[in-house]
């Protein structure tokens, strides 16, 4: 028996072309009299394309959702329109954005070079979605039925590294039982993503790299050469440039590579994206717990706004299903873990004006004093920690900045880069 479900030369994923296929499958099942285990596989396989295909529906229904209500926030100006143009052109990502102006130039820029056989290289802080970025850059390409295969180089043993890569031969060393194909092979026709390039061993750069000028590869322990053509896509929260300056990364390589070079920037640089990704993972949180979505109060919204968030977008994302799982229905401070706990009392209460509370001076010498220390906090940040130069730069003597950092229990220590040389002369800066 022939077991085939049409895929659609067209990626959009609509409710009618699912349930197409679903019918298709229907029939194919009631059809059938007896099935062997590859069709039964087969047919798994097809159930599995549509599950995927329907979470990704739902995902877009939730981030439509999301960007409605973040749409009548919106004044209209140009970032809304290339935002809207983007997703006017059919555009995939499988993750929310909004009219931030450096997100939106990166997008732009992997969307233009998607239609392209070009190398991408993604650079950005971890957990910025480097990794979404690529899966964004298959999908808008013309390989996006073609497989897109992932592979983790800080992951695999550098003495696995080629083999993983490249294949290996029966033989080629201990434990090379049978003939393996590597990732290039099963990439052919499709993407390679080289997640955390900076870590591939120098050996493993030079073999990487004549594959990139020749488009073949060597399974180890062969001799044959295997044509492949795998569009390359490489990652990296490093700094290739300097670290191909120090010698350990091939500079041929990195130019090789970067035809193409994206920078996702980190989330403190997009912070106007927070309350949409906050909505969107409050809303997958509440669907995978099987909750209703989570409420938010004021100091933890203020508080969520202003964090560093050095782990960026996964770390939010963690926060908010930490957050979905331990409050009821409104999460405050108090659910936030124990050192996140204490970054919110260091960036000290958020500024309420209470009608209620009465005197005008009050109101006033409250908002005041936020203001100072907010100001106190960025300048100690500014200046690494050293108080004589905070003291310049703000024009006051030294023992009356010490007096206000007295009055709002700052220490300077506390702004100390541990990696950064001690300044010379005086234990304080
Ligand atoms: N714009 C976005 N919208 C929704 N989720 C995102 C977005 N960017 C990143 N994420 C999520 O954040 C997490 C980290 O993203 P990932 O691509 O793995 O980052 P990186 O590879 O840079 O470390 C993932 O769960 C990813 O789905
Ligand atoms: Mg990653």
């Known amino acids: 028996m022939k077991i085939q479900v049409p895929r659609s030369k067209n990626t959009a994923i609509t409710f009618a072309s699912m349930l197409e296929k679903l019918e298709i499958l229907r029939s194919t099942l009631r059809w059938a009299s007896s099935l062997e285990r590859a069709e039964i596989q087969k047919l798994l396989r097809q159930c599995n394309e549509l599950r995927e295909e329907m979470l990704r529906l739902a995902n877009r229904g939730r981030f439509v959702d999301s960007a409605k209500k973040g749409r009548a926030k919106r004044k209209k100006g140009s970032m809304a329109d290339r935002r809207q143009a983007l997703l006017e052109r059919s555009f995939v990502f499988e993750g929310i954005f909004g009219d931030n102006a450096k997100l939106l130039a990166a997008l732009e820029i992997a969307e233009k070079c998607a239609r392209t056989d070009l190398p991408v290289l993604i650079d950005g802080e971890s957990g910025t979605g480097k990794e979404l970025m690529a899966k964004m850059v298959h999908a808008n390409s013309g390989r996006s039925e073609e497989p897109l295969i992932s592979v983790n180089c800080g992951a695999i043993p550098e003495n696995l590294m080629e083999s993983e890569l490249f294949g290996h031969s029966k033989g080629a060393f201990t434990g090379a039982t049978s003939d393996r194909k590597g990732k290039f092979e099963s990439a052919h026709g499709g993407t390679i993503f080289l997640d955390e390039i900076g870590e591939l061993p120098l050996q493993s750069q030079v073999k990487l790299l004549r594959v990139l000028q020749s488009n073949e590869i060597q399974r180890v322990g062969s001799d044959r050469l295997v044509e492949v053509d795998a569009r390359v896509v490489a990652a990296t929260n490093k700094n290739l440039k300097e ?168 220490s300077y220590k506390d702004y100390r880069k541990t990696d950064k040389a001690p300044v010379p002369g005086g234990s304080e800066g």
């Open 243 to 410: 670290m191909s300056r120090e010698g350990t990364f091939r500079e041929d390589l990195y130019y090789r590579l970067s035809v193409i070079e994206v920078t996702v920037p980190p989330l403190r640089e997009r912070r106007d994206e927070i309350p949409l990704l906050q909505e969107y993972f409050c809303a997958e949180a509440a669907e995978r717990l099987d909750r209703a979505p989570l409420a938010i109060d004021e100091h933890l919204q203020q508080f969520l706004f202003e964090y560093e968030y050095p782990g960026n977008i996964r770390e939010l994302r963690n926060i908010i299903y930490r957050l979905s799982c331990l409050a009821d229905d409104t999460a405050g401070l108090e659910h936030l873990p124990e050192e996140l706990g204490k970054v919110a009392a260091e960036l000290g209460p958020p500024v309420f004006i209470d009608l209620g509370s009465g005197a005008l001076n009050e109101v006033r010498k409250n908002a005041s004093d936020h203001a100072e220390r907010k100001f106190l906090q960025y300048g100690l940040k500014e200046v690494n920690g050293r108080v004589v130069d905070l003291a310049r730069r703000l024009e006051v003597n030294r023992p009356h900045l010490q007096t206000l950092l007295k009055k709002h229990k700052l």
